[in-house]
């Protein structure tokens, strides 16, 4: 079916309730509907849908995927308080896949919130603007008399007020307005948004009612596990199917020949039984041989050496380059180069990939935590030869993502088995499955050379990048944009590029590209600023100052990296270097940095980063023993996302997890590939974040006069760099690739 688009020429179509209430859905056309063959009062194409009843209560349809982000919580709150009602009064539901009804239900680049401010708003307003002109016209008073509040409207002159349960039926025969005609409300008189929220889902979750994908159940569900090859791209040769089918509680054992799409349905084997423990004892007796193909020939250790052979070597491609940058260098009075390195990274969310599906009569019918189910939807139409309109999918929370679920392949592996039996099939993967059947983060080499003058200016800098792709494409999440920072804030500028082949699957991760670049620009910064003998705050300030807003680029490069949304990050156009020496200030009072003389083996680091249209400068202060032992002591981040903080207490804990998940990162996580396989395979060797590690983080916002932006992201690039930049400050040791558990920090 054709997604339906908004314009600002939707508007707002009132229905009455069976049973009496009221239901407010936006469309484009009442026409295009009914040509669409669609009943008109259960159809709501964009952005939100609100349901009134006589009980008092207002139900919010939440239309996209819940990942832990908030935006069941964030989003609804932007309609309640258009439509003046009292959060008390809300109830959510979360929506299924519609796109002839909803708009990007995905949740991916920190978007909800730019791409929902406006709009969810208007339907809230439209909505209330019905409701006053309901009771206008039963009290015969001008509208302009009347305001509203707590679910009511008021007529103050003569002391009278309708609840708006009251109204329904008469709302229900007045013509809604158009959106983009409606009256806002002054952000003044705001009552919900930039309160302290909870989590909608608060209760459900700790008192562990079953919201989740992997909770999922349905009437006569078998469960299945899925084995594939351990090289990336292998296929199966032959199993001893017949042995495992025999085993307790089995009842199906197949192969699945899958494609080529390393991030789709790959070769494999499903066991299906009564029982997933059944199931995955009868994996462990399962044998298979495999072709593993060519990506066995590919290591980590394999990539590092051909890096280093690309970079002794002429680029094979320049992405930019701004004055002369070689003779800005050979007349520097200080040269600094360095060797940068980050790894593979897995995104590791604690509820592991799952789906549960059903196939019968020709249609298939998907429960999936995935956060971009649309893009689903058309993979296992594609994929397996079913129409997307005989696909349904419902979207239940997800138990983390952090990019992922972006991917899925989990999804069409559930379709294929289900198509293959006549029962529903629940499958579920293993922690180690998550670990090593990824789309991970793309690891990347980079070799720098930067110059200062005598007094101390930042001159030149040289990037030859080395990543992974083909000719002049990167493969996912790999890629490097011209405009990155610090590009145009340079006179002599150059990144340069070398791809090499890569076998392994690659994917979006919290904050993509950004997530290594920071630690890689950031950390280089620090390096320069200590060439030049001065603060690194300072420098970075300088820095900022020397924008060259049409500077020109030869050649002229691909547009910055794009997330999955479409959210720029690095430093693009949209670039507000004073945003960004704003925050840098407010964290530089906040933390007191540079004020009080720190003891040996203590330090402050700092950096700062654009991404996903989010301003974020953090300060890390850590304490290192001299026997090597690492104490990060607090982290200081200011941010600014904008005009609004829609809901605070979400806001700061998105902060907090930012933080905490790029100091895991840092600390001790990384994908290594050995024939072409990943070693790593749970928890005790790619470890997240222990609490007795975790640092208290204090969160500062300076609002600004912009639109409200994301905070799934924009946060965490930032502190990796500055923890590096801050072990430097304790021990004189410059951390230049990660983790750091490879790293003796002994001074």
């Known amino acids: 079916m054709e997604a339906t688009q908004v314009t600002r020429r939707h508007f707002l179509q ?79 539901e979360q929506g299924d896949l519609d796109t002839t ?47 509203t509040g707590g679910g009511a409207v008021h007529h103050h002159a003569s002391r009278r007020m309708l609840p708006y349960t009251q109204l329904l039926a008469k709302a229900a025969t007045i013509a809604p307005p158009a959106l983009d005609a409606v009256t806002l409300k002054e952000p003044k008189d705001f009552r919900i948004i930039g309160r302290p929220t909870r989590n909608v889902d608060a209760q ?56 080529t799409n390393l991030s789709g349905l790959m070769p494999g084997v499903a066991i299906v039984a009564d029982t997933w423990w059944q199931a995955q004892t009868a994996r462990e007796r399962l044998r298979v041989t495999w072709d593993e193909g060519p990506t066995v020939e590919q290591s980590s250790a394999g ?56 196939y019968r009569d020709g249609k298939l019918e998907l429960w999936s935590a995935s956060q971009s189910p649309a893009n689903g939807r058309r993979l296992v139409s594609q994929t397996l030869g079913i129409a997307e309109e005989n696909i349904t999918i419902h979207l239940p929370r997800m138990g983390g993502g952090f990019g992922r679920r972006l991917g899925n392949d989990y999804m069409v592996e559930a379709a294929a088995i289900a198509m293959k039996i006549p029962e529903p099939v629940k ?30 200016k930042l001159v030149a800098w040289k990037n030859h990048f080395v990543s992974f792709g083909q000719g002049t ?22 990144l340069d590029t070398s791809v090499m082949p890569l076998g392994v699957p690659t994917g979006f991760l919290r904050a993509p590209t950004s997530n290594g670049v920071a630690f890689v620009v950031q950390s280089f910064i620090d390096e320069l600023a200590h060439a030049a003998g001065k603060d690194p705050v300072q420098f970075r300030y300088e820095l900022l100052a020397n924008h060259t807003p049409d500077a020109p680029s030869a050649p002229a490069g691909p547009p910055g990296a794009q997330t999955p949304g479409g959210g720029r990050q690095g430093g693009g156009p949209q670039f507000d270097h004073d945003r960004m020496r704003g925050v840098l200030e407010l964290v530089v009072e906040k933390s007191g940095w540079g004020r009080t003389p720190l003891p040996k083996g203590t330090g402050m680091g700092v950096a700062f980063h654009f991404s996903h249209r989010g ?98 992201e924009p946060a965490l690039p930032p502190v990796i760099p500055a923890l590096t930049n801050a072990i430097f400050a304790a021990t004189g040791k410059r951390i230049r690739s990660l983790p750091l558990s490879k790293h003796n920090l002994a001074w």
């Open 303 to 358: 990539f590092a050496r051909q890096a280093a052979q690309l970079a002794s070597q002429p680029p094979q491609r320049g992405l930019r380059k701004d004055g002369d940058p070689d003779a800005a260098l050979a007349s520097a009075a200080k040269v600094v180069e360095a060797e940068y390195f980050y790894p593979f990274l897995a995104h590791a969310p604690l509820e592991p990939q799952n789906t549960t599906a059903h």
């Open 14 to 92: 009132v229905s009455a309730l069976a049973g009496g209430g009221l239901l407010l859905s936006s469309f484009e056309s009442v026409g295009r509907l009914e040509a669409m063959g669609l009943p008109q009062a259960s159809e709501f194409v964009p952005n939100a849908f609100i349901r009134l009843t006589p009980d008092g209560m207002v139900t919010i349809v939440a239309k996209n995927p819940e990942i832990g982000q908030g935006v069941k919580t964030m989003l609804p709150m932007l309609i309640a308080e258009e439509l003046d009602v009292e959060w008390s009064q809300v109830r959510i």
């Open 427 to 456: 499958l579920v993967w293993t922690r180690e499955d998550d670990t090593q059947h990824d789309l991970y983060r793309p690891a990347g080499f980079h070799y720098l050379k930067g110059g200062v003058d005598a007094a101390g």
């Open 204 to 259: 459900a979750i700790v008192t562990g009612k079953p919201i989740f994908g992997i909770d999922v159940t349905v009437p006569g569900m078998l469960h299945a596990v899925y084995a594939k090859c351990p090289v990336f791209g292998g296929k199966v040769v032959s199993a001893n199917l017949d042995e495992v089918q025999a085993l307790p509680g089995v009842k199906h054992a197949f192969v699945i020949e899958g494609t």
């Open 473 to 494: 494409s990167f493969v996912q999440a790999a890629g490097l944009g011209a405009t990155e920072f610090p590009a145009r804030y340079i006179d002599h500028y150059a």
């Open 101 to 147: 009804k909803f708009q990007a239900q995905s949740a991916g680049g920190s978007n909800a919130t730019p791409t929902s401010w406006l709009p969810m708003r208007r339907v809230g307003a439209a909505g209330r603007a019905m409701l006053v002109s309901a009771a206008a016209q039963t009290w015969g008073v001008p509208e302009s008399e009347c305001t």
């Open 615 to 712: 301003y974020f400068a953090e300060v890390v202060q850590v304490t290192v023993s001299q026997a090597g032992q690492l104490k990060i002591d607090k982290v200081w981040v200011a941010g600014d996302i904008g005009s609004h903080i829609i809901n605070p207490l979400n806001a700061e804990n998105q902060v907090h997890g930012s933080v905490l998940d790029g100091i895991a990162e840092a600390l001790a996580q990384e994908i290594t590939i050995e024939r072409g396989r990943v070693t790593q395979d749970n928890f005790r060797n790619f470890p997240l974040l222990r609490l007795v590690q975790a640092p208290p983080v204090e969160v500062h916002w300076r609002v600004t006069d912009n639109p409200p932006t994301g905070l799934g």
